[in-house]
Nanobody
Framework: QVQLVESGGGLVQAGGSLRLSCAAS????????MGWFRQAPGKEREFVAA????????YYADSVKGRFTLSRDNAKNTVYLQMNSLKPEDTAVYYC??????????????????WGQGTQVTVSS
C-alpha cells in the first residue's frame, strides 16, 4: 500500500518562502514520478509541479515557474517543493501525488493514483 505524507505547510506573508515535503512508503520510490497539485476553495485541483523518476526532469505550471523548485531524495523516499516569492494566489491545500505506473502526461491529474492528505498553505497580503 502506497502512502504519501505531506508536511511543511503554514502561514506566510507575501514574498516569503515555505518548503513542503512528501514522504512516500510502500514501494520502490525511486522508480516512480512524483507530483504536486493544489486546490483553492471553490476551485478545481490544479497541477503545480512534477518530477520524473529516471533523470529527475522537472515540470512546472506557468503560474509557479521560476518561483517553485521540486527535487527528490531517493535515499529518503522524499520529494521537496521549495516555494519562494509566495503570492496570496498561492493559497491552497497542496497535495502530493504518485502514479501507479509510467506517466505519459505529467500535468494531468488522472495520471496519478495515490494522494496524500494535503497540507494547507496560506499566504497573507
Amino acid at each position: 500500500q502506497v502512502q504519501l505524507v505531506e508536511s511543511g505547510g503554514g502561514l506566510v506573508q507575501a514574498g516569503g518562502s515555505l518548503r513542503l515535503s512528501c514522504a512516500a512508503s510502500g514501494r520502490t520510490f525511486s522508480r516512480y514520478a512524483m507530483g504536486w497539485f493544489r486546490q483553492a476553495p471553490g476551485k478545481e485541483r490544479e497541477f503545480v509541479a512534477a518530477i520524473s523518476w529516471s533523470r529527475g526532469i522537472t515540470y512546472y505550471a506557468d503560474s509557479v515557474k521560476g518561483r517553485f523548485t521540486l527535487s527528490r531524495d531517493n535515499a529518503k523516499n522524499t520529494v521537496y517543493l521549495q516555494m519562494n516569492s509566495l503570492k496570496p494566489e498561492d493559497t491552497a491545500v497542496y497535495y502530493c501525488a504518485a502514479p501507479s505506473g509510467i506517466v505519459v502526461n505529467y500535468y494531468a491529474r488522472g495520471e496519478y493514483d495515490y494522494w496524500g492528505q494535503g497540507t494547507q498553505v496560506t499566504v497573507s497580503s
